[in-house]
Structures are given as structure tokens and as C-alpha cells.
């Protein structure tokens, strides 16, 4: 009424009407619906808005995280999984390809917020969770689909790549979940779709074998790789790759060997073996530039060779070689020669400067007899001369970390001065062979005449003088001793190399199934030498002759040489020994020493008289253990071993038995060494067996079969039970001195043993008792049975015993060293009495 001018209705209500007359009569929108100011009718909110009260005079854009696809609506929808929703959003949006849901956020607004799908997974579009790829498929990161696997390649559920197949599987179509293994022992390639090769670990017997043959049998075409060797797929026999440090013969042989170090570091093996895949001629294409041979222990460079296992020098000229030979020979007898002379000149011990070591040396001398330590030093001297040549005669194979420090002191013990001075490949082994059986020989042949020399200066210088053959007969005896002990010393170092021409190495040539082993043996002394003899016959050895010999002929030379030396040192030697024993036998018996029982002690001064021989008997044991084995083929060298053993526990026993020392502590060092010297021998053979058994087959195998879980054990049980047999031998050895000091004996103060009663020649008791038989007779029985129990060996005259002719009472006394008188009552009144008191003055 009265209105100027039409008013409209205010926003949030609506009218059609034309007669209102107040804004009450105007309509509120109702919930879903807006309208604005002066609106006739309500609208629906759009997509994407709402309102949820009436009288709205607009609509309210969905919030971030909702949509809404419809009009006139009161709320909005929750975004759906797998979309964004933006503000005033009026559809879900779904995120592209390759990305999913952030489940991170509370609301997704873009796709921006939308994160790409892992590796190994696919999300279409709208995925609000990735999927994992299948097996046989693969993907990367933002992958909307799974991609199938290439023949040759699988994969696990979840996988962003395929994996190829290793090496002896294949797989041969597309999508494979997994590989499949080759039929044994069948290999491939890595990625092969297909098995047509022998597996890595085993190697083609016959490469000339085609794919379809191999595979109808593959077990007789494909055979396990040998020990040492590297197979890979589609190896076959020749190309056996050699790893450095291992040779082997020809590229028909499955036998690699370790290359030794031959004197030099733990790595010579491997520079001069360099291995490979090519056996070029008899597997020189094994060895590195410059050296050849079994090994490739030879200089390939004519008149070179080995220094320290890895180098080649050149040879010296034969004649200066033989001089500096003949001139170390020469020096070392005048130097021993000179020291003896020294050594006898008493005037000098009062001198300044050579008195005081001269007079060390007789107080040395005499602690050492007071000790017995001539018998003590021969016993661990021999001791040690059987161990050093475990490796060399026994093809012992110990620890090196064991062996290692005995190695080092045998170098030191038993130089070869024939390989010093006249080296393998610079003269042949012949020659080496008679300079190092010789030179010793020369020595002694030179001390012994410069004590024939002495004698005659000295015959020459006296005026009266006695028969020539005296003078050389006595200066033969002064070093007679020192010629001995030169003997003792190189017996059996010597000995072991005459029998070392029979010591040959064998090689594997070719050990192809159905067919016989070929094998190439080679001199360990001179691996130059091709063997081969009736009684060491070698197969198929003329391909090789013409290589490393002019053929077998040259060994059977070196046999034939080393047989003479054989009569030469070990059964000269022998021979000598037992006519030396033999000789002496009657004076060490009845106690009279001779210059040549005395020149001898060396052999028999530490026994009793009764095993007077027992120096032979060891000499012989020392002969067989260091060389006599050796004519047992290499093949066989554990046999050796066997033998070994059982000489060892039969002298032990016999030892134990005959206790043929004079000290009861020198028995028990003998016993005592050679149980040690057995233990090593059953340890030498234990881990020889346990290599053997562990490269021919395998470490379980070994374990298996021998009980031990590697050769280190064994070792270590052998020290226990060496130190075990030290230890009783140690109690035995006080128990028995205690013992032996209770018994009540005359002793000597310097030495604290009995003294050795000898007699002079034609003497035949050391003591006369004279008595009278009345009064005297029981007294002097008791005399004679003490002094035997205080002096054993003394030799008592006592008429009940050794009377045969009263006449010859003067004769008795005559052959005594001394008189007893018992002068009991009515001796001077006796008849026996006046032929005693003359003979006594």
C-alpha cells in the first residue's frame, strides 16, 4: 500500500504472486534449492554445490574431497577410491594411468595427489590400489599394465624386472614363472631358452658329440669336471680352463697337478704355472714365458736354471762349477784339518787369545762325556735324518704351515752341494750324481791322509825310528774317528740320493674311459730325464723322448752308474761298519782296548758289549727308511709309508727289549724317538690318505670314510700324542735314574757313572786277591762279592774260582793289574806267601 515501487524478495526466498503486499507473503527456498533477490521461483544448485537449510540465496560449492553429480542436492559425495575431487567438484576425477590413491592424504584434490605405482606392480586408470604383476611378468614404476617375460627370463609375483635364467636353466616361453632346470647334467647359458651345452661343473667328454647325441645321453657325454679344474658351460675336455698354479700333462688327461714351489715362495707355483685353456706340447701352454716341462720347472732357454722356484739364471761354466766344488771340498778338509791340529796342541791352552776357547772347548768336552752326549746327538741326528725326508722319499703331504719351519732347518741340515755348484738343466744328473757321492768320499780321503802325512813328518823326524807301515798305520787310526762321524753324518743323506735315480715322477697322460692310463714319468731329481727301464716301464713314451731326453736310454745310464755307487755308501758303508764291530768285538769283550777298538768307539762306546753290533743294525734301519723305499714306484708311495711304520714299531720293540745302551736314560731317548718317529709316519700316512681320498672324490667323502674333519686334526692329534710319548718318556727316564743312582756303585765324580774297567794287553783280571785258605778264605769270597756288586764288569782273581795250577801262581799274578792282600792270621807263615811278595814289587 502506497509502494513507490515494486520491492523484490529477498535472496534465499521467491515469489510468483502479484498481490504481495510484505515480504512475509515472499516463499524460503527450500533445502537443495536457492534463490536469489527478487527470484520468482527457486533454483536447483547446480553440480558440484548444495545447500542443506532452506532460504538460501545461493548454493554451496562442495568442499575438497567431494563432489556432487547431481542438481537441487543437499550434500555432497565423498570423493571415490581412486579419484581426486577438487572444490565445487561435480564429478570424481579418477587418477590417470600408472597412479593410485595417496592413502596418506585425508582428501585428494588434484592429480597432482595421485602417486605413481611401485615397481613391479600395474594400476589402470582408477586404481586406488596397485596390483602386484603375476609371475612370468614384470613393470616398472607408473606401469598401467604388466609386461609378459621373453623366453629365456621369469620372474617372481611383484617383480619390476625379469631375472634371466642362470646358467643350467632355461625357460622356454613367454610369461614363465620360473626357470626350469636342465635334465643332469645338461647346462645352458645364462637367458637360454634351451639346455644344449654340458652344465658348468662338468666338462664334454667328446666335443666332437653333437646337440641331439648329447642330449638322448647326457650322463655319458657330460662328466663331472675334475678336481682343480674350471668347467663352465660348454666346456669339454680339451678346453679344460687349468687355474694358475696347476699343470697337467696333455689335453686328453683329467689329472691336474699343484705345481710346487720348488724352494721358492708360496707363489712360484703360480708364476711359472699360468694355466689357461691350451696344453700346447705336453702342457707347455700351461707355463709362463721362459719356462717348460712337467710343472714348468725347466728353463725353456737352453743352459738356464730354476733360483727360488720363479726365476731362471744362467749356468756357470762347467770347469769353474768343478773348481769351486773341489775348492769347498778342499777347505773344508784343511779347516777340519787345521782344528784337529789345533785342537791337539796342549802348550797353546795357556796362550791369550786361542787358550781360552781351546780350554771351553775340553770343559765342553768333558760335560759332554759326563752327560753321554755322543750317544744323545746320534740318536736325534738319526732321528731327524729319517723326518727331513718325509716330503722328498715318502711323498708325505702335511700342512705346510706344520712342515714349514722342519723344511727350512732340512735346507739348512742337508745342503746338496752338487746342486749349488752344479744345478739341474747346466750338467747332466750323472755327473751331479758322482760329485755328490764322491766329494764326501774326498774328504775323508784327505783327512785320512794328512794323518798319515803327520805320522811320517814325525817317523821322518825321529832318530829311531819304527817300521814305515806303523807310522801310516797309526796316522790312519788318529782319524779314523773324525772319518767315522763324516760317515755317520752322510750315509744316509747320500744313500737317499743314489736310490732317488729311481724316484720318478708320474704323469697322467691320457686316462680315457675304455681305454688304458698312458703315463710320462719323469727322474724328481732331473725333470729333464725321461724314466723308463724293464723294471720301470712307461707308456707311450717315445712322443715325448725326443722333448725332454734323447730317450729312456738316458736314465737306464743313470741306474746303471747308481748301482756301482750303491756298493760304494750304503752297503759299503754297512760293510764297513760290521768288519770294523767284528774287529773290535774281542777287545770290548775282555775288555782289553786296541788302537782300532779305540779309534772305533765312535760305533761302540754307547753300548753294551753283548749288542756291541746294534751301530750296524741302526745304520741298516736308517738306509732302508731314507732310500731303499724308494725303489717302491711313486705310484705306490703310500706303501712306502706302510712300510715304514712297521719297521718303526718292530725297532721300537726290539729297543724296548734289548736295551742296548750302556745308559738306561739312552734306551729310553731311543724308545722314545722312535715312537715319535712312528706317530709321524701314521700321521704322514692319515693325511696322504685324507688328500688323496679328498681330491679324488670329494672332502665329505674323505670325511666319511676316515672320520677326520680335515688333515689339520690330524696333525693336531699327532702333536698330542707326540708330546704324550715325550712326556712318559721323560718320567720313565727320572724313575729309572732314581732307580739306578739307589743301587749302591763306585762312581766317578767327573762323569757320576761307573767307570769302564778295561785291561791292558795280556792282562786278563784287575784285581789278585791273595789269601791263605785257613783263615782267610770265606773273608776274601765276601771281598770279591762286594766289589762286583760296587765295580760291575770288574774281573777279581780268587783261587776257588779261577785256580786251575798251583805252579802257575806267578803266572796268575802276572796277568793282574793289582794284588789284594788279606793278611789274616798265619799268612806270612804261608808258602803262597814269598812268590806273592816277589812278583808284588
Given at each position: 500500500k502506497g509502494a513507490a515501487a515494486a520491492l523484490p524478495c529477498d535472496g534465499g526466498t521467491y515469489s510468483s504472486a502479484t498481490d504481495n503486499d510484505e515480504q512475509g507473503d515472499c516463499v524460503p527456498a527450500a533445502p537443495g534449492s536457492f534463490a536469489v533477490t527478487g527470484s520468482t521461483q527457486q533454483t536447483p544448485c547446480p553440480k558440484g554445490s548444495y545447500t542443506n537449510e532452506p532460504k538460501k540465496g545461493e548454493c554451496t560449492p562442495c568442499s575438497s574431497g567431494t563432489y556432487q553429480d547431481e542438481e537441487g542436492k543437499t550434500a555432497c559425495k565423498p570423493c571415490k577410491a581412486g579419484s581426486y575431487c577438487q572444490k565445487g567438484a561435480a564429478a570424481a576425477l579418477p587418477c590417470p594411468a600408472g597412479?593410485?590413491?595417496?592413502?596418506?592424504?585425508?582428501?585428494?584434490?588434484?592429480?597432482?595427489?595421485?602417486?605413481?605405482?611401485?615397481?613391479?606392480?600395474?594400476?589402470?586408470?582408477?586404481?586406488?590400489?596397485e596390483t602386484k604383476c603375476a609371475k612370468g611378468y614384470n613393470s616398472?614404476?607408473?606401469?598401467?599394465?604388466?609386461?609378459?617375460?621373453?623366453?629365456?627370463?621369469?620372474?617372481?609375483?611383484?617383480?619390476?624386472?625379469?631375472?634371466?635364467?642362470?646358467?643350467?636353466?632355461?625357460?622356454?616361453?613367454?610369461?614363465?614363472?620360473?626357470?626350469?632346470?636342465?635334465h643332469y647334467p645338461l647346462g645352458s647359458n645364462a637367458g637360454s631358452s634351451s639346455c644344449s651345452v654340458c652344465k658348468a661343473g662338468y666338462y664334454l667328454h667328446d666335443w666332437r658329440a653333437d646337440v641331439q647325441t648329447i642330449t638322448q645321453s647326457p650322463t655319458e657325454h657330460c662328466r663331472d669336471c675334475p678336481p682343480n679344474a674350471n668347467c663352465s658351460a660348454n666346456t669339454t675336455l680339451e678346453t679344460l680352463w687349468i687355474p694358475s698354479g696347476h699343470w697337467r700333462a696333455s689335453p686328453n688327461s683329467t689329472i691336474l697337478y699343484p705345481c710346487r714351489n720348488f724352494g721358492g715362495g708360496d707363489s712360484s707355483g703360480e708364476v711359472r704355472c699360468a694355466g689357461g685353456a691350451f696344453a700346447g706340447t705336453?702342457?707347455?701352454?700351461?707355463?709362463?714365458?721362459?719356462?717348460?716341462?712337467?710343472?714348468?720347472?725347466?728353463?725353456?732357454?737352453?743352459?738356464?736354471?730354476?733360483?727360488?722356484?720363479?726365476?731362471?739364471?744362467?749356468?756357470?761354466s762347467p770347469a769353474a762349477s768343478a773348481g769351486r766344488l773341489a775348492g769347498v771340498t778342499l777347505g773344508v778338509t784343511i779347516a777340519c784339518g787345521i782344528l784337529a791340529w789345533a785342537f791337539r796342541m796342549q802348550s797353546w791352552r795357556q796362550r791369550s787369545c786361542i787358550g781360552p776357547p781351546l780350554r771351553f772347548i775340553d770343559r765342553l768336552i768333558l760335560w759332554s762325556v759326563a752327560i753321554g752326549l755322543q750317544a744323545k746327538l746320534k740318536i736325534l741326528f738319526g732321528f731327524y735324518q729319517v723326518c727331513i725326508v718325509l716330503s722328498t722319499t715318502y711323498s708325505a703331504r702335511l700342512p705346510e704351515k706344520y712342515t714349514g719351519w722342519t723344511d727350512q732347518i732340512a735346507?739348512?741340515?742337508?745342503?746338496?752341494?752338487?746342486?749349488?755348484?752344479?744345478?739341474?738343466?747346466?750338467?747332466?744328473?750323472s755327473l751331479r750324481l758322482l760329485a755328490y757321492t764322491l766329494s764326501p768320499v774326498g774328504v775323508i780321503a784327505l783327512l785320512l791322509l794328512a794323518g798319515v802325512g803327520l805320522r811320517v813328518m814325525r817317523w821322518h823326524a825321529t832318530s829311531e825310528r819304527p817300521r814305515l807301515c806303523d807310522a801310516v798305520r797309526r796316522g790312519i787310526l788318529d782319524l779314523t774317528p773324525p772319518g767315522l762321524v763324516l760317515i755317520f753324518c752322510?750315509?744316509?743323506?747320500?744313500?737317499?740320493?743314489?736310490?732317488?735315480?729311481?724316484?720318478?715322477?708320474?704323469?697322467?697322460?691320457?686316462?680315457?674311459?675304455?681305454?688304458?692310463?698312458?703315463?710320462?714319468?719323469?727322474?724328481?731329481?732331473?725333470?729333464?730325464?725321461?724314466?723308463?727301464?724293464?723294471?720301470?716301464p712307461v707308456w707311450s713314451v717315445d712322443r715325448y723322448s725326443t722333448r725332454y731326453g734323447e730317450d729312456e736310454e738316458e736314465h737306464k745310464d743313470i741306474t746303471d752308474l747308481a748301482i756301482f755307487l750303491l756298493f760304494v755308501w750304503p752297503f759299503g758303508s754297512l760293510v764297513l761298519f760290521s768288519l770294523l764291530l767284528g774287529m773290535?768285538?774281542?777287545?770290548?769283550?775282555?775288555?782289553?782296548?786296541?788302537?782300532?777298538?779305540?779309534?772305533?768307539?765312535?760305533?761302540?762306546?754307547?753300548?753294551?758289549?753283548?749288542?756291541?753290533?746294534w751301530e750296524a743294525l741302526e745304520l741298516l734301519r736308517k738306509i732302508v727308511l731314507t732310500g731303499v723305499v724308494v725303489l717302491i714306484p711313486e705310484e705306490r708311495a703310500f706303501l712306502r709309508l706302510v712300510i715304514a711304520t712297521l719297521i718303526c714299531s718292530c725297532y721300537a720293540v726290539g729297543l724296548a727289549v734289548a736295551t742296548p745302551f750302556k745308559r738306561i736314560e739312552d734306551d729310553m731317548l731311543a724308545v722314545a724317538t722312535n715312537l715319535v718317529l712312528l706317530i709321524v709316519f701314521l700321521g704322514a700316512g692319515w693325511t696322504t690318505l685324507f688328500n688323496v681320498i679328498e681330491e679324488q672324490l670329494s672332502h665329505e667323502r674323505a670325511e666319511l670314510i676316515l672320520g677326520w674333519p680335515d688333515d689339520e686334526v690330524i696333525i693336531i692329534i699327532m702333536m698330542v700324542l707326540i708330546g704324550a710319548a715325550l712326556g712318559i718318556f721323560l718320567v720313565g727316564a727320572i724313575v729309572?735314574?732314581?732307580?739306578?743312582?739307589?743301587?749302591?756303585?763306585?762312581?766317578?765324580?767327573?762323569?757320576?757313572?761307573?767307570?769302564?774297567l778295561t785291561l791292558t794287553k795280556g792282562m786278563t783280571w784287575h784285581l789278585f786277591l791273595s789269601h791263605i785258605w785257613s783263615t782267610g778264605q770265606d773273608a776274601v769270597a765276601v771281598i770279591k762279592n762286594e766289589l762286583q756288586q760296587l765295580l760291575p764288569g770288574i774281573k777279581i782273581f780268587l783261587d776257588v774260582d779261577d785256580l786251575e795250577d798251583i805252579g802257575a801262581l806267578e803266572s796268575y799274578i802276572g796277568r793282574s793289574l793289582g794284588i789284594l792282600f788279606f793278611l789274616s792270621k798265619g799268612y806270612f807263615r804261608s808258602k803262597e806267601c814269598p812268590p806273592a811278595s816277589a812278583v808284588t814289587p
Open positions: 597412479k593410485r590413491s595417496n592413502h596418506s592424504l585425508d582428501v585428494m584434490t588434484s592429480e597432482d595427489d595421485c602417486i605413481v605405482c611401485s615397481a613391479g606392480t600395474f594400476c589402470p586408470t582408477g586404481s586406488s590400489n616398472s614404476s607408473g606401469a598401467p599394465f604388466c609386461a609378459a617375460c621373453p623366453p629365456g627370463f621369469s620372474s617372481e609375483e611383484g617383480s619390476e624386472y625379469c631375472t634371466e635364467c642362470l646358467p643350467n636353466e632355461y625357460a622356454e616361453y613367454h610369461g614363465q614363472s620360473q626357470c626350469i632346470p636342465c705336453v702342457g707347455d701352454g700351461y707355463c709362463s714365458s721362459n719356462f717348460t716341462g712337467p710343472e714348468c720347472q725347466l728353463c725353456s732357454a737352453s743352459n738356464h736354471y730354476l733360483v727360488d722356484g720363479e726365476k731362471c739364471k744362467e749356468c756357470a735346507e739348512a741340515v742337508s745342503i746338496d752341494m752338487s746342486a749349488v755348484f752344479l744345478p739341474v738343466q747346466c750338467v747332466s744328473f752322510f750315509v744316509p743323506s747320500v744313500s737317499a740320493f743314489i736310490f732317488r735315480s729311481w724316484s720318478c715322477q708320474a704323469y697322467v697322460v691320457s686316462d680315457l674311459p675304455d681305454e688304458d692310463v698312458e703315463l710320462i714319468k719323469f727322474m724328481k731329481q732331473d725333470p729333464s730325464v725321461v724314466c723308463g727301464s724293464p723294471a720301470m773290535c768285538y774281542k777287545a770290548m769283550q775282555t775288555n782289553t782296548p786296541t788302537d782300532l777298538s779305540r779309534a772305533a768307539s765312535f760305533l761302540h762306546k754307547e753300548y753294551e758289549v753283548g749288542w756291541y753290533w729309572a735314574a732314581r732307580r739306578v743312582a739307589k743301587v749302591p756303585t763306585i762312581r766317578l765324580v767327573a762323569t757320576k757313572q761307573a767307570p769302564e
